[in-house]
């Protein structure tokens, strides 16, 4: 590997390269180059000088393996140098580089990304930070929420006391009573012309008469 500086001019797109970037992360790349000047340097490859009518041609061309997108920001900006990783590999080599330099990354842990999102948004507004980074302005403010602290638990006194559920097993005799004890109560809600009744008014209702079934009322 050799860093240096080469003419765009010289620089080639592989032909089989597959990486696209969305327009919006374009322009923000290309804010980010015009603002700053820093960039990772663009992997690219030597490749044969070709023959023109008999006689090699003498200015060397090189293919870009990595940043083709920062290679065309480079152009729109008007540069005519690019920084370069020289890597002199085969064909075959180029196209295993083309298919995982673009592609081997890691992923941000959403609470680190948070914190330094946290960090950079001082002076400077969602909207703002929105068009330096990656993330649209929605996603921003989800990072800032994020790394805002957990609310005070409240307290045991204030918190009203959760529904407990009730399982029981019926035998077949038991089942057939709460089946004739289901269609008492739709019938009796029929009656009083309201044909349905609440679920919790039917489920009364139902206890209070299988109490009073079974003796226990």
């Not at 804010?31 to 000047?37: D, E, I, L, S």
């Amino acid at each position: 590997m050799t860093l240096r500086w080469l003419p765009l001019d010289a620089l080639d797109s592989h032909p089989e390269n597959a990486n696209r970037m969305p327009p919006d992360l374009f322009e923000k790349l290309k804010g980010h180059v015009a603002r700053t000047g820093r960039y990772e340097p663009i992997v690219v490859r030597p490749v044969p000088s070709p023959v023109t009518r008999g006689r090699v041609r003498k200015s060397q061309r090189y293919q870009i393996l990595n940043g083709h997108h920062r290679a065309a920001v480079l152009r729109q900006l008007g540069h005519t140098r690019a920084r370069c990783d020289v890597w002199d590999v085969d064909d075959d080599e180029a196209r295993m580089l083309l298919a995982t330099l673009n592609r081997l990354e890691g992923r941000d842990d959403p609470k680190a990304r948070a914190r330094l999102v946290v960090h950079l948004a001082t002076g400077r507004s969602a909207e703002d930070l929105a068009r330096l980074l990656p993330e649209p302005p929605d996603a921003v403010e989800r990072l800032l929420r994020l790394a805002e602290p957990p609310p005070e638990p409240a307290a045991a006194d204030s918190l009203e006391p959760l529904p407990q559920a009730l399982t029981f097993f019926l035998s077949e005799e038991q089942h057939a009573l709460v089946s004739e004890a289901l269609g008492a109560v739709a019938e009796e809600g029929a009656a009083e012309g309201s044909a349905r009744l609440g679920r919790a008014e039917r489920l009364e209702r139902l206890a209070l008469w299988y109490l009073e079934s079974v003796g226990r009322r």
